[in-house]
């Protein structure tokens, strides 16, 4: 098996210079972070749709990251997406002034509007709205069920081998949709590449009451999500 050591190694080497990324969907949702992937720095992506009796039959690694998440009384369905692209940045010492700029989140969400109310982010977006709120790594984390979060920060870590070189995890905690979702977490980790090279890798876990959301208006909104972010984060 590949340790992180020689991924990195791997992918300094591999890395070349290309046009502008583009979306590249995945079908498989846990999708290998391999080096191979990153050679064209597209923007990869997957999303899968859980009922809440076909997640709990499973009992894979994805199941219990998601059970960790949301405890089975919820019986709720899932929606689940992985993500990852490059960004010519090193952000580890910008992320938290980054994450907290107004103009700079209404842009990474792609959103109508941005009000912000205490430590959380009124979120007009365009197919919805949501509450947000932004955790990190080094934060407390004692709003949200500490140990939960930290369970499937490690579950995630132990997945994908290349996360666990990562030098940041921001926490987006979103809440209070307007539509069928109910609430989510979106784990976001930073791993240094080179100087002002860093691998982003992404997991979304979301709750929601319908099993009637289509599967192509959610490619279609975390594609525009992905290239708005990344670009964002370029800058």
């Known amino acids: 098996m590949m340790n992180f050591r020689n991924y990195i190694l791997s992918l300094c ?116 709205n949501f509450r947000h709120r932004i955790f990190y790594d080094s934060n407390d984390l004692s709003t949200l069920d500490q140990s939960r979060i930290m369970r499937s920060i490690n579950l995630i870590k132990k997945l994908d081998i290349i996360t666990q070189g990562s030098y940041l995890t921001v926490i987006h905690h979103q809440t ?11 784990y976001q980790m930073f791993i240094p590449i080179k100087d002002n090279l860093t691998l982003v890798v992404n997991y979304g876990v979301y709750g929601t009451n319908t099993d009637k959301i289509g599967k192509k208006d959610l490619k279609k909104n975390l594609e525009g999500e992905l290239i708005f972010q990344q670009a964002l984060l370029n800058k």
Request: no cysteine; net charge positive; hydrophobic share 40%.
């Open 13 to 128: 080497l591999m890395l070349l210079s290309t046009a502008e990324a583009k979306p590249v969907f995945q079908t498989k949702l846990n999708y290998d972070v391999t080096p191979e992937i990153f050679l064209k720095k597209d923007i990869n992506y997957s999303i899968k749709t859980f009922t809440f009796k076909k997640l709990h039959l499973e009992q894979n690694e994805i199941a219990e990251i998601v059970e960790t998440v949301f405890p089975k009384s919820r019986k709720l369905n899932y929606i689940v997406t992985k993500s990852s692209y490059l960004i010519n940045r090193a952000i580890a010492n910008e992320s938290q002034e980054i994450f907290n700029d107004l103009i700079f989140f209404k842009k990474y969400f792609n959103a109508k509007e941005v009000k912000k109310e205490n430590d959380y982010f009124e979120v007009k977006a365009e197919s919805f």
């Open 176 to 186: 209070k949709f307007n539509k069928n979702l109910t609430d989510g977490l979106i």
